[in-house]
């Protein structure tokens, strides 16, 4: 019923969240979609937005994934439905909210092939030894990324965690295009001899960084 209400005028409840604040879960046009109070947290432009990032990448070399920061879990749904991408995701999220509605609203849920860590990525990747093919950073509070995400330590602990020919896919920027601290990082992931691409404005709001090794 929500489903077809939707195409009408959108449906949504409220669901509060220590770290997100209040977060939204929106039926429209017939599709539902999980955001924050002023951003689109899974489903919507996020979605499209990270799928943009994924087409530039070989996926076929690519045999492990972490995601950091998995909110409703929308970038694994693109993985797996229009990338056909069956091998294993490792996903973490800090908010057990997110998560749960992860769950109960969208289907994401572990199995043998996704594993997801309840944690802060900032300690997930100093603690962490595995490497991955492919690390996607999502890592936003409402229309911010935090600072420690934009620091030298946190890309340092990172790049650790890349496997030699492994890419990064960076969402960088929603607000401010010309953010001084996420030039700063590109200097300083370029003068690690990395290639880097930026996208500013794709889908006409986001920044999108895209590493890979030289």
Partial sequence: ??????????????????????????????????????????????????KFGIEKINLQKVNSILVLGMGGGSVIDTLRKDFEFNKHITAVEIDPVIIGIAN??????????????????????????????????????????PNQFLSEEFWEHTL?????????????????????SVNQLINYLKAKVYKVDVFENVNDTNTLVILKSL
């Fill in 1 to 50: 019923m929500k489903q077809l209400l939707s195409y009408i005028l959108p449906v949504t409840k409220t669901i509060e969240s220590d770290y997100s604040g209040t977060l939204e879960i929106t039926w429209h046009n017939g599709k539902k979609h999980l955001n924050s109070q002023n951003a689109n947290y899974s489903y919507g432009s996020l979605q499209r937005i990270l």
């Fill in 104 to 145: 109960s609203e969208f289907g994401i849920s572990e199995n043998n092939n996704l594993k997801i860590y309840c944690a802060d990525a900032f300690e997930f990747v100093k603690q962490s030894k595995a490497q991955f093919d492919l690390i996607i950073v999502d890592l936003f509070i409402d229309l911010s990324v």
């Fill in 160 to 180: 650790n965690l890349k496997s030699s020919k492994g890419d990064i896919i960076f969402n960088a920027s929603v607000k401010d295009a010309k953010n001084e």
